[in-house]
């Protein structure tokens, strides 16, 4: 996904026209050359469609772009974390707007020349053209979708966020800054980004971690309680399901049960309004 006009093109279609066919509200993205990070609200329980109808269309139209036919993305199934309070948020927005400065390859988030979301497009209708070179003519000429900011800042002017989460941002690629100065390090620069092939693998693997974070939240109690609701529905999931195989009658699954739910006519408890959690980092 090395940056340039056909994958930017395909990427911002793509995330158009899945986001809004599936109820997803994109609140931060940043497509890297090898990877990519999203921040979501999934309204509708729908975000693995979104996944599999967005990366599946990025994967085909690319690789016909670069007349490649193998394996595009990582075998393994997508990594998403549940953001529980509001310093969770900030914390992984700026973590997802920041990667290309911690990689040393921009200064500034807006600078990195592959498709973004920063805080200056929320509230902002953008019209997206089709492709046409990669997709079907069937499919709508032009796709409009509007960012926004994440959950919980509904008590504040649209200009008050934006203008908050921009300092937040400024002053986190202020202090990178001065941290490379410090170290005497400089940046790769967008010109030599993009006169990278986007065929090119580095010479050395980096070592991962395996922790792949169900939640993030620094405050323990709101933790704990995520955790605690989660294998709530785990056992009640299981419990209503061995007794549904079985025939049994007034089976009332819990509430999240969403594969299930769209295929077998079963009936879930309602939401109660109060789980823990606010977007999804992906």
Not at 74 to 95: F, I, S, V
Not at 136 to 161: A, C, H, I, M
Not at 173 to 193: C, F, M, Y
Request: net charge positive; charged share 35%; with cysteine.
């Amino acid at each position: 996904m090395r940056p340039d006009k056909r994958i930017n093109a395909i990427v911002a279609y793509r995330f158009a026209r899945d986001s809004e066919s599936n109820d997803i509200e994109m609140h931060a993205a940043m497509v890297m050359s090898n990877h990519l990070h999203l921040i979501v609200t999934d309204k509708k329980g729908r975000r693995s469609d979104f996944m599999r109808d967005a990366m599946g269309n990025i994967a085909r139209a690319r690789n016909r772009d670069l007349g490649r036919k193998d394996y595009f993305w990582d075998g393994r199934q997508y990594c998403e974390t549940l953001l529980l309070d509001r310093d969770a948020e900030e914390r992984k927005l700026l973590y997802v707007w920041l990667n290309p400065v911690l990689a040393g390859l921009v200064g500034r988030a807006e600078e990195w020349p592959g498709f973004k979301i920063l805080p200056r497009d929320w509230g902002t209708t953008i019209r997206v053209p089709r492709p046409d070179m990669f997709f079907s003519d069937r499919l709508p000429e032009f796709v409009e979708f509007t960012p926004q900011p994440p959950p919980g800042y509904e008590d504040k002017p649209l200009e008050e966020v934006i203008a908050y989460f921009e300092k937040l941002l400024k002053d986190a690629e202020d202090e990178l800054a001065e941290e490379r100065r410090r170290q005497g390090r400089r940046l790769v620069g967008v010109k030599r980004v993009l006169a990278t092939s986007p065929t090119s693998r580095p010479r050395t693997r980096e070592e991962r971690g395996g922790i792949r974070p169900r939640f993030a939240s620094k405050n323990p109690e709101v933790m704990r309680a995520a955790i605690a609701l989660e294998r709530e529905f785990r056992s009640e999931y299981a419990r209503q399901r061995e007794r549904w195989l079985k025939g049994k009658k007034g089976v009332v699954f819990p509430c999240g049960t969403l594969w299930l739910r769209r295929n077998a006519p079963i009936t879930c408890c309602e939401p109660d309004g109060c789980e823990a959690g606010l977007a999804a980092n992906m």
